[in-house]
C-alpha cells in the first residue's frame, strides 16, 4: 500500500455556508439517479443528519467482522422539491414561486416533503442561554479498514494503490447494496437508474494534477486541510499525530476513517447568575460521543494554545489552524491556482 491521502476539518471555522456542499454537487452529481446524492453535506449537530438518523443505521465492524446495518431508505434523504420556475420567470403567468404538484405513479399530485439534507439546519440543542449548535460537514472517509469494500460480493470496491483514495468500480457493481448496509457512515448511495452504488471519489482526478478536492478548495472558511498522513511536514501529520488535536468521527465504528476533525470549542456557557461558567456550552459527554476518548485531551490541548497566541506568545498549532495562506492547507504534489 502506499500514501494514504487524507483531510482534517477545523470545525471552529465552518459556518455552514454549504459552498462545499455545492461544489462537489455540480462536479459530480449532475446525472441521471444521483439527484438525491450529496457526497459531501454539512449537517447541524446535534440533529439527525443526513441520511435522516444515519449514526443509527449500523454497519462498520465488530469482533472482526463486518456488522451489516439497515439499508438507508430513500425516503431518509428526502424528496426532491420541484418549484414553478419556469411559470415565474420565463412564462410570466405566475407571480410566485410555489411548489409544483409532482406525477407519482401516474397521477398529479403533491408529495409531501417531511425530510431534506437541511431539515435541521441551525436548529440547537440544550436551553437559552446555554442553547448550542455547530455544523458538521462529512463526506466518504476513505477508511484505512472499509467495511464497504469487504462486504462487496463481487469486489467492484477498492482502494487506489497510490493514494488510498476508495472507490467503486462501476462496470463491476451489480446493485447488491451490501456496501450500503456495511457503511456506518451511509457515504455509499444507490443510483436507482444505474442501478449501481456511487460515492465520493476524493475529487482524484484533481489529486492526480496537484489540485485540491473541489469542496476543500471553494471552502472559504479555509478550514479543510488535505494531505498525507505520513508526510510529517505536513499539516495532517501535526494535527493527527503531533498535536493531536484532530479527531476521527465516531472512531468506535472501527474502519479506521482517513478524515478528522478538529472539535468546535463554542462560546463559554452562563451560570444561573448570569456570569461565565466553567462548564462547557456542548457537554462532554456528546463531544466524546461523536469524537471518542481522545477528544477530552485535544480539547484542553486547543484551549492551552489559545491561550499562548493570546498572550503574545509563539504557536505553531494556532498559525496551523489559521493558515493565512490557502496553499499551506493544502499540502499535496505540485498546488496550482485554478
Not at 174 to 185: D, E, I, L
Request: with cysteine; glycine share 8%.
Amino acid at each position: 500500500m502506499g500514501q494514504q491521502i487524507a483531510m482534517v476539518m477545523d470545525l471552529n471555522k465552518c459556518i455552514g455556508c454549504q459552498t462545499c456542499t455545492a461544489a462537489c454537487k455540480s462536479l459530480w452529481t449532475d446525472e441521471e439517479g444521483q439527484d438525491y446524492m450529496l457526497w459531501n453535506n454539512v449537517e447541524t449537530k446535534p440533529g439527525r443528519g443526513y441520511p435522516k438518523n444515519w449514526e443509527t443505521d449500523g454497519g462498520g465492524w465488530k469482533d472482526g467482522r463486518v456488522r451489516y446495518g439497515r439499508t438507508p431508505a430513500l425516503a431518509d434523504h428526502g424528496a426532491e422539491v420541484e418549484l414553478n420556475h419556469k411559470e415565474v420567470y420565463f412564462d410570466g403567468t405566475a407571480d410566485r414561486l410555489q411548489r409544483k404538484a409532482a406525477n407519482f405513479e401516474g397521477t398529479e399530485q403533491s408529495i409531501p416533503s417531511d425530510y431534506g439534507s437541511n431539515w435541521d439546519e441551525d436548529t440547537s440543542s440544550g436551553e437559552y442561554p446555554n442553547n448550542y449548535h455547530f455544523y458538521l460537514p462529512r463526506m466518504c472517509n476513505h477508511c484505512t479498514k472499509p467495511s464497504c469494500l469487504e462486504a462487496c460480493p463481487v469486489r467492484a470496491i477498492y482502494k487506489r494503490e497510490e493514494d488510498g483514495v476508495v472507490l467503486v468500480d462501476q462496470d463491476k457493481c451489480r446493485g447488491f447494496r451490501q456496501c450500503n448496509r456495511a457503511c456506518p457512515y451511509d457515504k455509499v448511495y444507490y443510483n436507482y437508474v444505474t442501478k449501481t452504488s456511487q460515492k465520493c471519489i476524493f475529487c482524484f482526478p484533481r489529486l492526480e494534477q496537484g489540485i485540491a478536492p473541489a469542496c476543500a478548495r471553494q471552502c472559504p472558511g479555509r478550514l479543510r486541510f488535505v494531505g498525507y498522513l505520513d508526510d510529517v511536514g505536513g499539516p495532517i501529520f501535526k494535527l493527527v499525530y503531533t498535536y493531536k488535536v484532530a479527531l476521527p468521527l465516531h472512531p468506535e465504528f472501527g474502519t479506521v476513517p482517513n478524515v478528522f476533525y478538529v472539535p468546535p470549542l463554542l462560546p463559554d456557557s452562563f451560570d444561573e447568575n448570569g456570569n461565565f461558567s466553567d462548564d462547557s456550552r456542548v457537554p462532554l459527554s456528546y463531544y466524546r460521543e461523536l469524537f471518542g476518548p481522545d477528544v477530552d485531551q485535544a480539547l484542553i490541548t486547543l484551549k492551552a494554545e489559545m491561550a499562548l497566541k493570546q498572550q503574545n506568545q509563539p504557536s505553531e498549532l494556532m498559525d496551523l489552524l489559521i493558515a493565512k495562506d490557502w496553499k499551506s492547507l493544502f499540502k499535496i504534489t505540485d498546488v496550482q491556482e485554478l
